[in-house]
């Protein structure tokens, strides 16, 4: 990479963390494209040719969002510990990003927008798909996962799960539901199928 390009990929990182964090503070259309330019120390117009537009800036923003979470889990899915417990962690981890982006100006503004309902289901969809690969693959690989079902169909399970927890009222359940819900998630509606 010349010179060029790295201050070309620095810039555009740089533009892409400032717009995170001001979305993430004040939602999408609270922050204008003026005042991240200002301050990431560009031009408006470096902003459209990086992100074409607002809409794809916020896209990029969210995405980097969600992905500094799955980087967490990634880590964690590495570490030297029981397949259970990493569930465990993954599923406390899971929790506490959606309490915490349901919070952010990203998740205020879902509520109310349609569009970036559908800008936060495709980052969603985009980012969540390769750490559940790599959940498959390290449940198998632990034994706790059967190697017998294919990674398809575990990726579309896992995929059908965690819709539930981001339904609106998910955390408004008893601790019990949670739980239960968990056990379903673990287990099955039989348990172990023989």
Known sequence: MNGYEKRTKLKKESILQIATKLFAERG???VSISE???KAGVSQVSIYNYF?????????????YIGQVVQEYDELLDKDIPFSEKIEQIMSKKRNAILELSHSGFGRQALED???QQIYEEAASIQAQSIYLKFIQVGKKAGALDPS????????FLLASASIMRQPDYYKKSAEDKKDLLKLFLYGLLGKYH
Request: glycine fraction near 4%; charge should be negative.
């Open 28 to 30: 999408i259309t609270d």
């Open 36 to 38: 991240i330019a200002a």
């Open 52 to 64: 074409g537009d607002k809409s794809n800036l916020a896209k990029e923003a969210f995405i980097s």
């Open 114 to 116: 349609k569009a970036l």
């Open 149 to 156: 079902i294919s990674d398809d169909a575990l990726l579309k």
